[in-house]
């Protein structure tokens, strides 16, 4: 069959600026990183605290291949639960102050995991209008009827919560540290406003984790939240460095998704050296704040610089820093033009970000030197004067 109509697609996406351009990425994840044999500074890779080519992390995850292997050759249920899964579980749970955490293959996994099992057909789910993708998907395996309230604002929660039938279970789900926009959920409130309607709370904390909270014990710790949020989401594949999901929370929850959590019954468990690569990031972050204060420290610094050189920043207050641009073709221009000046930060378009709210999304790390986020600025301001957004 002549699959004109997805050719018709894909240069339908070109025509309008919205065709994803996928580099290679030929060196290790870092502050500088080389594509096309360039060397380039990197602004955006979710690798928050440098910790994707950690040297500690690299060499547990050499001894566990060694006495290990390397893939657990079934799923969690199955055969694939080796004392590595357990081991980082059990110090996940500690790091985290959660009554138990199970761990999944990505955090996408987790998602589908945790929301179909917890609420089905008749149930009521509240979803905040810009939460994640693998959050909106999730809700939809459920089953569950979605209602959508206004971006970060307790108060239309509260409205639809309040409309809706009292006899009904309901999940309230919210990103905590939205991942285009860099803003944090008002989870003290949240939190609230479910606890008054007898609504579950679950929060995807993918951009929180070793990133907010003490030492990015994340955003249940960053509210003081302990033993409130049933169910807090979370990702390895980002500030740890590695790949992963986790679900923190309730034990009776935690032990319900080790019986009903599909991705955990019917997909392979993460691999040894994932597994024990996780387990020395948890180990880094037990040990120091360190890399946490110098990621924030980073990111308060560019933030501030790239406001005072007139960029439109958004409402980020986190280290994701949103450059708005609106047009889609800008954005696409903006990132090719600082590419050629030597710096990686994609251009954001639909369907990631609504039509018309195209940007530039940066990213940054505790890894980036005074010296590096100096010479970004400079980059920024140049690309910004050219294409005359600033
Ligand atoms: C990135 C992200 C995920 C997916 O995590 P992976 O581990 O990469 O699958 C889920 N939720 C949110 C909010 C994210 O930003």
Redesign the pocket.
Known sequence: MALTWLKKQVQDLKDQHLYNNILTIESAIGPEIKINGKKLLNFCS?NYLGLANNPEMKKAATLAIKKYGIGPAAVRTIAGTTVLHKELEAELAKFKKAEAVITFQ????A?IAVIPALVTEGDLIFSDELN?A??IDGCRLSKAEVIRYAHINPKDLEVKLKAADPKVKKLVIT?GVF?MDGDIAPLDEIYKVSSKYGAMLMV?D??GEGVLGESGRGIVDHFNLHGKVDVE?G????AFGV???MAAGRTEIIEWLSQRGRPFLFSSAMTIPDVAACIAAVKILSKSGGLVKQLWKNADYLRASLKKAGFNTGTSITPIIPLMLGDSKLAQDFSHELFNEGLFAKAIVYPTVAQGKARIRIMNSAGHTKEQLDKAIKIFTKVGKKLKVI
């Open positions: 979710n990505s955090g996408f996994s998602n994640h693998s959050i990103d991942s995807d993918a951009h989401v990702t390895m594949s980002k790949v992963g999901g």
